[in-house]
């Protein structure tokens, strides 16, 4: 389903199949300490694990890895992976690197392209996600475009000593093409 690496290319950033060139981003993305809290990652991971998942990526066509670019300075990446083609459904996972690209809006527009992409191309109905009770900030991101809360997973991660719970989160086709709709008029306006 995912055979073909699209590049999208937005207001703020373009998203571009992830390759040996971005290894240094996704080095510098795994090892800041506030995204491995946020996405509660406790392993490290060294140069040669990453530059060999990044040179196998486009190898698969049940998944879509792609780097989050603004300009050329990699920020970031967006992932569709854990494709459920029977059942149309896939899951979507995303990180910025740290504080330096937060509050910029490239999570929102990497959502944004990414989720058009899906719902335009290929036949999936149904987009999941998981996000940390702590993290307000993504959860805040994801319904504004267009995912909803369908459950909790309770004490779904101990971090530091705390329990914390994992929300369940999905946009579904049908609700994609309304806040779609919604977004193209708020930009008219």
């Known amino acids: 389903m995912f055979a073909t690496k699209p590049t999208l290319v ?3 950033v373009t998203l571009r199949p992830v390759g040996p060139e971005h290894v240094e981003g996704l080095l510098e993305l795994v090892t800041d300490a506030e995204v491995r809290r946020l996405t509660g990652s406790r392993a490290g991971v060294g140069r040669e ?6 040179a196998t990526r486009g190898d698969h066509d049940d998944r879509l890895d792609l780097a989050i670019c603004h300009g050329d300075e990699y920020v970031g990446e967006v ?8 059942n149309l459904s896939c899951n979507l996972r995303i990180a910025l690197i740290g504080a330096r690209v937060f509050g910029k809006g490239f999570g929102t527009e990497a959502l944004r392209l990414v989720l058009g992409h899906v719902f335009d191309t290929t036949p999936l109905n149904r987009v999941s996600l998981g ?11 994801y319904q504004k475009v267009g995912f909803v809360v369908e459950g909790v997973l ?6 530091e000593g705390e329990w914390h719970d994992e929300i369940v989160m999905s946009v579904l086709r049908r609700e994609w093409v309304t806040t779609k709709s919604e977004i193209g008029a708020s930009k008219l306006q």
């Open 10 to 12: 937005g207001e703020r």
């Open 49 to 54: 694990p990453v530059t060999m998942w990044y």
């Open 79 to 86: 992932v569709i992976n854990e494709l459920d083609a029977d």
């Open 131 to 141: 996000v940390y009770d702590f993290n307000e900030r993504a959860r805040h991101v």
């Open 154 to 159: 309770r004490d779904a991660l101990l971090w």
